[in-house]
């Protein structure tokens, strides 16, 4: 075994739980090859295991699985295993009311295993988990009093079959009575199981080692457990929405929510943007992302997914689950939150140095880390008239979002762009501007400034058609013509003319008629107008006029 792999396999042992940050987690993740290398390297790996997980490990890499459990039960339909006792402190309460006269825990676990199966293997698509016995092909769970931790997944064997390098054998110790625990009893069990199947299917298919991504695996490794534990949280919720154990995990994300999207203390918590995800493009994406990972890391591979066959940007979803994270907890609106759920979420909490009161001017600097998104608030003490900038000298690697809530509703704007100045508009006393910012570099972190002022001569605003659409326009009187601005001085109206490559007038209407004020404003060309107007299908110059400015735009009229 090279030296590569014997690092890399080593770093399997430092996802160990997060206890101090949870009331207890369903993944740990301890490999025991058949190798003796596993020995050979045991004593660097003592060195990096935390001291409260170092006895589960050694016992992992000396191939022990549990031995006092004398007694077994295979579930309905084959595909599992059940190691359990009814003596000593691993016993499971004896008490029998089904059909199969055992342990009604036991028979529970069987029942909840293969729904997990048949929801992950049949439902979903997913590929079945290798055989870790030929004469005993069933996928085993041992029942076992594990403390507080809800259960243990090992990673046992490497499988020789495949072309893939990092996929396992596994199996999974789970507790015998969920005492004690946030979520107690049978739903625990219910929702543990459904988690630690997935990462038996998961291990199946490879788990990748030094993906790049620092900070993505447990105790500071990197690795892609962040994604197996994402895809695991959402399976709970997928399989028993009303449980809402997760729910016990989402804090970590909203109580600082500036770290890279990867980073290990969000692997709990994250179920919910996996959810976010797969609800907006169906559930086939999650297949198509873990054949992905059999030849890439997760991160790329759903990047990729996403890109190559949904015309989606990761990077964008990542900024654009943030302002849906807005409204939760109090402040939960159904028609903009994540879910329903989201009335039991915590407030999302801006950083202190992101977050002040307009006083005509506020301005803050940030170094966003790698694919990190970082939220700033501005509210206002009395009525403004504002806008935003957002200066970077690269602005190719960041992408952004403002919301603007007036009287506790939220009303999201348009993307943002950058070094160059967006008029808001009119805001009101209590009234707060968010702003969303994502670096989108994998790699490295960038700095950016965000400045919120009251709109005046050190906040100019530019005269600017931002869009028509559509284009080309079809002339067939049923649709419109539209025509987004942004208007940079008060004006009474706008004036529109529609010029042949003539030179020729063609058309012209005024809007507004009144008082436009500074910021977005967009008008309609009723479409039965332009037809009426006996226009041939062709090229035209559309031109704006507010005030004493003139804009133009090319356009397509199609009959």
Known sequence: MSIRNLVILSMICLVSRLNNLYAGNKLSVFPADS????????AVKNDLIHPREL?????????????????????????????????????????????????????????????????????????????????????????????????????????????????????????????????????????TIAHEYFHIVQLGYNWWQGNGLPGSGGYGSSDDQYFLEWCSTWFEERSYPEVNDYINYVSSFFYSPAKSLWNFNYAYALGPFLKYIL????????????????????FESLRAVLADDYDANLADLWNEFYYKCYF??????????????????????????????????????????????VPYQVTFDRNWFCGINVSTATPDNFLGRYLLVKHEIGKLSETLSFNENLPVGNVGQSDSILVFMT???????????????????????ANKIRNVYPNPCLLDGSGYLTVELQVGRIVKSVDATLFDLRGRRVYEQSFGNGLINIGPYQFSINGADLRSARLASGVYLLRVEIGTKALTRKILLLK
């Open 35 to 42: 190798d003796s290398a596993w020995q050979a390297i045991n």
């Open 55 to 191: 006895r589960k490990q050694q016992g992992a890499m000396l191939y022990t699985r549990p031995t006092d459990l004398p007694n077994t039960y295979p579930s309905a339909a084959g595909h599992f295993l059940i190691h359990y006792t009814l003596t000593g402190n691993n016993a499971v309460d004896s008490t029998v009311t089904n059909e199969d006269n055992v342990p009604d825990f036991v028979y529970e676990t069987g029942q909840i295993a293969e729904q997990a199966y048949r929801l992950l293997i049949d439902t979903l698509g997913l590929q079945p988990p290798p055989v870790d016995d030929e004469d005993n092909p069933e996928t085993d769970i041992y029942i076992i009093d594990v403390g507080y931790d809800y259960a243990y997944t090992y990673p046992e064997k490497l499988v020789s079959s495949t072309t893939q390098s990092y996929d396992y054998t596994a199996y999974t110790e789970i507790d015998n009575d969920y005492v004690g625990y946030a979520t107690p009893g049978l739903a625990a069990l219910h929702v």
């Open 328 to 373: 939760t907890g109090t402040r939960y609106n159904p028609d903009l939150a994540l879910s329903a759920d989201a009335q039991k979420f915590q407030l999302l909490q801006i950083p202190l140095a992101n977050k002040t009161v307009l006083d005509e001017s506020v301005e803050f600097t940030s170094t966003i880390a790698p694919f990190a998104t």
């Open 439 to 461: 670096n989108s570099d994998v790699n490295s972190s960038r700095n950016l400034t965000v400045t919120v002022a009251e709109v005046g001569d050190i906040f100019r605003i």
């Open 279 to 298: 609800d907006l493009y169906g559930e086939d994406l999650l297949v198509k992302v873990w054949e992905g990972i059999k030849t890439d890391y997760a």
